[in-house]
């Protein structure tokens, strides 16, 4: 059993080296985007060659562009024409062959003086140095080199090989706002995770930062926080699906259930003050972070049908509504509400696993 993950390097390239760069990915997005449009003139798949390609470009990058260009002909033509993308981020592709990887340095081939050179780029590793090289040990796939606020990082795919658990426990994990994450094993051990009122806390501070900044019209500055938004979400996404997954691990799980996200935004419980919350907190996102990292670990994910998972008392079925965060049903039973939810995740029916973006 195998995983591709992508491993995300910071680059360090001198001023000389960050202008090829910047040349070069210029050049790389203008070329797909060249053989896209003419790809949809003809209405065929390009027979060209790196020969044919005239730009300043390794021959093995200008392959990877006509590889990406078909790829996305692909697409276009099975929309029959309908959605004819223009790519706009500046971005360049390496393929395993062009480069090599040490402690310090990236080496690809870059265009100097016309010519293509293969060039030691130095990296930034900090403290995930170990962890790093661990990981490109393994079987490299692609390099793909981009910029953001002026920051260039290298993206490796590395597929590295995973063991799968063995044994029949289970584990039911239930998604929510004031309580990000409520995990329940099938021996009845039981986790939260997260912290909500601190998640509704920062979203507020978020949101009444952005208005001060739209009233004095600074668009720039909003973008920014959104970005900067963006990021705090996604890294509590990171820590509660590695939470997870360690006390799966601890408590020798080998099969995670999460409830399939359709419709999350219609059926979720939350009051009225925590609606802005609700749409826009990506739940979709931390399914799939746990379903990742679950992979890695060799755990396998389930989806089930999430219809009434909050209701039906898992002592004897009867289905009840919870008042506030306790749960109270007539045979006795009594739990925090959340809780009711990931036990009965954990014997729900298991559908397809195709779920819509939440």
């Keep these: 059993m195998e995983q591709t993950i992508t491993v995300k390097i910071k ?3 001198t001023k000389e080296q960050a202008l090829i760069l910047q040349t070069m990915s210029r050049a790389y997005i203008e070329t797909i985007n ?13 027979k060209k060659t790196s020969k044919d390609v005239e730009v300043p470009l390794p021959s093995a990058v200008k392959n ?8 996305v002909f692909k697409k276009v033509k099975k929309s029959k024409y309908e959605r004819i993308p223009v790519l706009k981020k500046p971005a360049c592709i390496w393929n395993n062959q062009n480069y090599t990887v040490d402690q310090k340095h990236l080496s690809f081939p870059l265009m100097v003086d016309g010519k293509a050179t293969k060039t030691a780029i130095r990296c930034a590793f900090s403290d995930k140095k170990d962890r790093i090289g661990h990981l490109l040990s393994h079987k490299l796939g692609t390099l793909r080199i981009t910029q953001k606020a002026g ?20 584990m039911g994990v239930d998604l929510g706002l004031k309580v990000p994450a409520v995990a329940v094993t099938d021996g ?20 009444s930062v952005r208005k001060k900044l739209g009233e004095k019209k600074k668009i720039k500055a909003i973008r920014n926080l959104d970005d900067k938004e963006q990021r705090w979400m ?12 360690d006390f799966a691990i601890e408590h020798d799980i080998s099969v995670i259930r999460l409830e399939k996200l359709a419709n999350i935004r219609q059926t979720a419980r939350t009051s009225r003050k925590n609606e802005k919350n609700l749409h826009t907190w990506s739940f979709y996102r931390l399914s799939q972070f746990i379903e990742y990292k679950a992979n890695l670990a060799g755990v396998q994910v389930e989806y089930v049908d999430p219809r009434y998972t909050s209701q039906i008392c898992p002592n004897c079925t009867k289905k009840n509504k919870a008042k506030d965060r306790l749960y109270k049903c007539s045979c006795g039973f009594e739990t925090h509400r959340d809780r009711v939810g990931a036990m009965n995740i954990r014997y729900a029916p298991v559908v397809d696993g195709n779920s819509q973006s939440a």
Aim: proline share 3%; no cysteine; charged share 30%.
């Design 11 to 13: 680059l360090l390239p």
């Design 34 to 46: 060249t053989l896209i449009a003419e790809m949809v003139t003809s209405q065929a798949s390009t």
């Design 64 to 71: 990877q562009a006509i590889k990406d260009a078909k790829s």
């Design 151 to 170: 920051k260039w990082m290298a993206q490796i795919a590395v597929t590295i090989p995973v063991e799968k658990r063995t044994g029949s426990k289970e």
């Design 188 to 207: 009845g051990k039981t986790r939260f995770f997260g912290n909500g009122r601190e998640n509704k806390y920062k979203k507020r501070a978020f949101r």
């Design 234 to 245: 996604k890294n509590q996404d990171h820590k509660i699906s590695r939470e997870i997954i």
